[in-house]
């Protein structure tokens, strides 16, 4: 989950450094979740990394850690199972979920091995996923994708035409970002 700070003055300057096409849609992501959590402080946000099944099940457990997930304790879960499961039935508030750096189709749609971290070490899990089937789908629920690969993003939401990302001023990325959400889904 993103943690904020009141009047975070670094904010500023990290948007400040971001450079690049990757950047700017990082950027704009960034503006989104700030305004969101500052108009709609009660919706939480997870931030998931996807540049690896790894990181991607790091930050679904540590999901299901800091909400008590019943099951998320117990080392023969399927984490990413359980955390889909909790947010599409059982978090009935809304919620944001951002995934960032999903540029690799084969993560997404390809069964591979997991590896699995234990403290120093990696080993192979023998639950083998598909990332794109642990993404969350509901009503309440609002998903923003960052990625490179347009292939992956059409194949991720291929209800939606994916929102290509050109240089914006930061008013013009809210505003960018209203109205998609308006479109799609609106946050009350």
Not at 35 to 47: G, K
């Amino acid at each position: 989950m993103v943690k904020f700070k009141p009047n975070d003055a670094d904010y500023d300057s990290v948007l400040e450094r971001l450079q690049g096409v990757a950047q700017r849609a990082l950027r704009i992501v960034l503006a989104f979740v700030y305004w969101l959590h500052d108009s709609h402080p009660n919706v939480p946000v997870f931030w998931v990394h996807a540049s690896s099944a790894d990181n991607f099940r790091k930050d679904y457990a540590a999901i299901a850690t800091q909400y008590k997930i019943p099951g998320h304790d117990d080392p023969k879960t399927n984490i990413l199972s359980l955390v889909k499961t909790w947010l599409e039935t059982r978090l009935q508030a809304q919620w944001l979920m951002v995934i960032d750096n999903a540029d690799d189709l084969e993560l997404f749609y390809q069964h591979q091995p997991m590896e699995v971290s234990t403290g120093t070490t990696s080993q192979q899990s023998n639950e083998e996923i598909k990332l794109a089937g642990y993404i969350p789908k509901c009503d309440h629920g609002l998903i923003l994708i960052t990625t490179r690969d347009r292939k992956l993003a059409v194949d991720l939401v291929p209800q939606q035409s994916p929102v290509e990302i050109h240089h914006m001023t930061q008013e013009e990325a809210h505003l960018f970002m209203c109205k998609i959400l308006d479109k799609r889904q609106r946050i009350s």
